[in-house]
């Protein structure tokens, strides 16, 4: 059962005390009082290195690919529902449940992949952020990563639930600068539409390393850790569900949608130029003599917000799962001395992410695209236990995964599976 707080004390249970007259008011109000997990984990998705695979993706490949991201959002809407539900449902986070179901060895093993796979994240969000800063401000990575990261401590270790919560979607707020951007590109929308609708590969590793980046990209494996553990230590209850559902498919399609209009917006000028890119930081630059500078200064200002809010919500993933995986306290609201693995956890892994990124030398390119194959590898680690978890009647009760359900989870699993045995088989052969 989750650990009981002090009437009144935290934020979000004031909150989930009012949402009975919220709902009473009408569904705006409840809908509004759930709001955040989905938002936030969906949006995150859309950080330095999606927002490169994104950009490789269009400027390589044109429109071809674009139905890749329609078909890893179905697949973020899947899963998020799997493990907002499952949180919700049990009061638990994956670690948690993970540790309670199948033993502290299996829980530290998948632990240990989510800390790989969330290291490598939060690297390539410092790489991006120090990109981004580069270009717009010129200013160099000495001094954006360490501003960034004393800025996101400070908020996040000092801040309350509500706080957090609140600066975080307002941050979000950001990615309009994408869509702006798609828009100037003045890209083909007859062949976009086309490449989302009419499934195409090209021959060759890159393509196939392209499509498991992409599927690394938008169903991340830190994304399905903090979205479970967040919507626990937001209180939700399972009277929330239909409206957390919305959350979830908002955030999961605003993920996509801005994810379309980056690979558009490449397409109609990368693409259609000829023009190679390495990172989105490349992009942005390169745009501005194709879409004007207004294009290329959206671009850029996108990739910096993006970067701050996912190097504020990766760690918090890493955070509330080895805390979890120990059954210690994972609170936002709570102080150092009553969570202190958590909070030591976040402190470590967002110090040591900055100090590696921030090091002369250090190559961004591979940290911004490669680490995103990685994190399609590591979900055959994780979304094999958040589906047993989430099938399971003595965990679930009712609200055990459905026929339909079951089917969509095992489909999504094969996809990644196929995706990275193919690139090896590519890769060996």
Same mark, same amino acid.
């Given at each position: 059962?989750?650990?009981?707080?002090?009437?009144?004390?935290?934020?979000?249970? #004031?909150?989930?005390?009012?949402?009975?007259?919220?709902?009473?008011?009408?569904?705006?109000?409840?809908?509004?009082?759930?709001?955040?997990?989905?938002?936030?984990?969906?949006?995150?998705?859309?950080?330095?290195?999606?927002?490169?695979?994104?950009?490789?993706?269009?400027?390589?490949?044109?429109?071809?690919?674009?139905?890749?991201?329609?078909?890893?959002?179905?697949? &973020?809407?899947?899963?998020?529902?799997?493990?907002?539900?499952?949180?919700?449902?049990?009061? $638990?986070?994956?670690?948690?449940?993970?540790?309670?179901?199948?033993?502290?060895?299996?829980?530290?093993?998948?632990?240990?992949?989510?800390?790989?796979?969330?290291?490598?994240? *939060?690297?390539?969000?410092?790489?991006?952020?120090?990109?981004?800063?580069?270009?717009?401000?010129?200013?160099?990575?000495?001094?954006?990563?360490?501003?960034?990261?004393?800025?996101? =401590?400070?908020?996040?270790?000092?801040?309350?639930?509500?706080?957090? /919560?609140?600066?975080?979607?307002? *941050?979000?707020?950001?990615?309009?600068?994408?869509?702006?951007?798609?828009?100037? @590109?003045?890209?083909?929308?007859?062949? @976009?539409?086309?490449?989302?609708?009419?499934?195409?590969?090209?021959?060759?590793?890159?393509?196939? *390393?392209?499509?498991?980046?992409?599927?690394?990209?938008?169903?991340?494996?830190?994304?399905?850790?903090?979205?479970?553990?967040?919507?626990?230590? $937001?209180?939700?209850?399972?009277?929330? &569900?239909?409206?957390?559902?919305?959350?979830?498919?908002?955030?999961?399609?605003?993920?996509?949608?801005?994810?379309?209009?980056?690979?558009?917006?490449?397409? =109609?000028?990368?693409?259609?130029?000829?023009? /190679?890119?390495?990172?989105?930081?490349?992009?942005?630059?390169?745009?501005?003599?194709?879409?004007?500078?207004?294009?290329?200064?959206?671009?850029?200002?996108?990739?910096?917000?993006?970067? &701050?809010?996912?190097?504020?919500?990766?760690? &918090?993933?890493?955070?509330?799962? +080895?805390?979890?995986?120990?059954?210690?306290?994972?609170?936002?609201?709570?102080?150092?001395?009553? @969570?202190?693995?958590?909070?030591?956890?976040?402190?470590?892994?967002?110090?040591?992410?900055?100090?590696?990124?921030?090091?002369?030398?250090?190559?961004?390119?591979?940290?911004?695209?490669?680490?995103?194959?990685?994190?399609?590898?590591?979900? *055959?680690?994780?979304?094999?236990?958040?589906?047993?978890?989430? #099938?399971?009647? /003595?965990?679930?009760?009712?609200?055990?995964?459905?026929?339909?359900?079951?089917?969509?989870? =095992? =489909?999504?699993?094969? +996809?990644?599976?196929?995706?990275?045995?193919?690139?090896?088989?590519?890769?060996?052969?």
């Amino acid at each position: 059962m989750p650990r009981p707080h002090p009437v009144g004390r935290h934020v979000h249970e #004031r909150v989930r005390k009012r949402r009975r007259h919220g709902l009473r008011i009408g569904g705006v109000a409840a809908l509004l009082a759930v709001v955040g997990p989905g938002i936030l984990a969906g949006l995150s998705d859309d950080d330095p290195p999606g927002i490169t695979t994104y950009s490789k993706l269009g400027a390589d490949y044109g429109y071809e690919l674009i139905w890749v991201v329609v078909v890893a959002t179905i697949a &973020l809407i899947v899963f998020h529902e799997v493990a907002v539900r499952t949180g919700v449902v049990t009061g $638990k986070g994956l670690m948690t449940l993970v540790h309670e179901r199948h033993g502290p060895r299996t829980a530290a093993a998948v632990v240990g992949a989510l800390v790989v796979a969330n290291f490598g994240t *939060l690297c390539a969000e410092f790489a991006g952020l120090a990109a981004g800063a580069q270009l717009l401000f010129g200013v160099g990575r000495g001094v954006a990563i360490p501003v960034a990261c004393v800025a996101v =401590a400070l908020l996040v270790l000092r801040g309350s639930f509500h706080r957090v /919560e609140h600066v975080l979607l307002a *941050l979000s707020a950001v990615f309009v600068t994408y869509v702006v951007a798609g828009f100037l @590109a003045a890209p083909d929308w007859g062949e @976009a539409a086309r490449g989302a609708v009419v499934p195409s590969l090209p021959e060759g590793r890159d393509a196939i *390393l392209a499509v498991v980046a992409t599927i690394g990209t938008t169903l991340a494996p830190w994304g399905l850790a903090f979205i479970q553990s967040y919507a626990v230590d $937001k209180r939700l209850k399972p009277s929330d &569900l239909r409206f957390e559902r919305i959350d979830v498919v908002t955030g999961a399609v605003m993920t996509g949608v801005i994810a379309v209009f980056v690979v558009v917006a490449c397409a =109609a000028t990368l693409h259609a130029g000829g023009i /190679e890119i390495d990172t989105a930081g490349d992009a942005a630059s390169a745009l501005e003599p194709l879409a004007g500078a207004a294009a290329s200064d959206l671009f850029a200002v996108g990739f910096i917000g993006a970067a &701050l809010l996912a190097i504020a919500i990766v760690p &918090l993933s890493t955070a509330y799962s +080895l805390a979890e995986s120990r059954g210690r306290p994972a609170d936002l609201d709570d102080s150092f001395s009553q @969570a202190r693995l958590f909070y030591a956890g976040y402190g470590v892994v967002l110090v040591a992410a900055a100090v590696l990124v921030a090091l002369p030398g250090v190559p961004i390119v591979p940290l911004l695209y490669l680490s995103q194959a990685l994190n399609a590898i590591l979900l *055959l680690a994780i979304l094999p236990f958040i589906r047993n978890l989430a #099938r399971d009647p /003595e965990v679930m009760g009712e609200h055990r995964l459905g026929p339909a359900a079951r089917i969509a989870t =095992a =489909a999504t699993i094969a +996809l990644v599976a196929g995706s990275v045995l193919v690139l090896a088989w590519l890769t060996i052969s």
